[in-house]
């Protein structure tokens, strides 16, 4: 593979099962709330908001219980630089 004639250098052995692995994230290097926060910053113009995951408890006849209140709260802002977000948004319309 040339893969591994790139990289035997490093150590780094491409393998069969490799493939299997990544096709199910089980090597992915980021959590799936990172991701969604990747994706998010895509959507809404590279800001990167404080994941909110909860709205409401509720009991097991459907009565809340209790609500939790939602403020955005922005972390970070320009993730992605002005150059890239110009690419995605072609590859976005």
Same mark, same amino acid.
């Given at each position: #593979?040339?893969? &591994?004639?790139?990289?035997a250098?490093? =150590?780094?052995?491409w393998?069969?099962? /490799?493939?299997?692995? #990544?096709?199910?994230?089980?090597?992915?290097?980021?959590? %799936?709330?990172? /991701?969604?926060?990747?994706?998010?910053?895509?959507? &809404? =113009?590279?800001?990167?908001?404080? %994941?909110?995951? #909860?709205?409401?408890?509720?009991?097991?006849?459907?009565?809340?219980?209790?609500?939790?209140?939602?403020? %955005?709260?922005?972390?970070?802002?320009? /993730?992605?630089?002005?150059?890239?977000?110009?690419?995605? &948004?072609?590859? /976005?319309?």
């Amino acid at each position: #593979m040339e893969y &591994n004639k790139r990289f035997a250098s490093r =150590g780094w052995v491409w393998t069969k099962g /490799l493939d299997m692995d #990544m096709a199910i994230g089980q090597t992915q290097l980021v959590t %799936p709330i990172q /991701l969604a926060s990747l994706v998010g910053a895509l959507g &809404n =113009g590279s800001y990167v908001y404080r %994941p909110f995951l #909860m709205k409401e408890v509720r009991s097991s006849d459907g009565t809340v219980i209790g609500a939790a209140e939602f403020h %955005p709260c922005q972390e970070r802002s320009r /993730l992605i630089h002005r150059s890239s977000r110009r690419c995605t &948004n072609r590859f /976005l319309r």
